[in-house]
């Protein structure tokens, strides 16, 4: 593998990966069919709870890195006790708004003051550390990319909270899966073609 396709990877790896959005992905998918079918909270949140316990065991039987699988059992955890608390189906996604909120918060501060996460995060993995803090060039770089996920965590806000507001669980949870995958490729690529646009900055 090139050396430009081993730094596409560590990119795409560092921001939740493929198997990252499955482990938080499925759940979410499971939560929505089961509800629909059963019309019932606990069981339609015991099912994607359940789904989140067997791929956690499954990365652990494969010897995979369960980081993400954990961290997606954990975020089910959270929406199934939003949801049971209140006894609305709509709150199961709450935590989810929040999570964009918070995400898009601290992307939006980080670059206000010149320390964009997107650096912090990749910079080490691409064996240039914090040095790109004295590249302008590659410093602007950073930010640049970092202004796409500010984009895309206020725009699921933007749409998604009217819609949870409203009530309307099964055109949440649709907008809500429409809005996950495919924009987190879409951003996710758009960075890396925003990243490889400026070498980086090689340690002495």
């Known amino acids: 593998m090139s050396e430009h396709n081993q730094d596409k990877d560590k990119v795409i790896n560092a921001l939740g990966g493929k198997k990252g959005l499955i482990d938080s992905g499925l759940p979410s998918i499971v939560f929505l069919i089961v509800f629909n079918v059963q019309h019932d909270l606990r069981i339609s949140l015991w099912s994607a709870l359940s789904l989140s316990v067997v791929l956690a065991i499954l990365r652990l039987a494969k010897k995979d890195t369960i980081q993400h699988s954990v961290s997606g059992l954990l975020g089910v955890v959270i929406c199934a006790f939003f949801a049971n ?3 609305q189906a709509a709150d199961f996604y709450i935590p989810k708004l929040l999570t964009n909120l918070g995400y898009g918060t601290a992307y939006l501060i980080a670059n206000l003051i010149g320390w964009p996460l997107l650096g912090i995060v990749l ?5 240039e550390n914090f040095e790109w803090r004295h590249n302008p060039e590659r410093k602007r770089m950073y930010i640049r990319a970092s202004w796409i996920w ?8 933007a749409v998604q909270y009217p819609i949870y507001r409203s009530g309307n669980v099964n055109l949440l949870g649709t907008v809500n899966l429409a809005m996950g995958y495919p924009l987190f490729f879409a951003a996710a690529y758009g960075s890396w073609l925003v990243i490889k646009s400026v070498p980086p900055v090689k340690r002495d």
């Open 85 to 87: 608390r209140t006894g």
């Open 150 to 157: 500010v984009a895309m965590f206020f725009a699921r806000i």
């Open 123 to 127: 910079g080490p993995l691409l064996g």
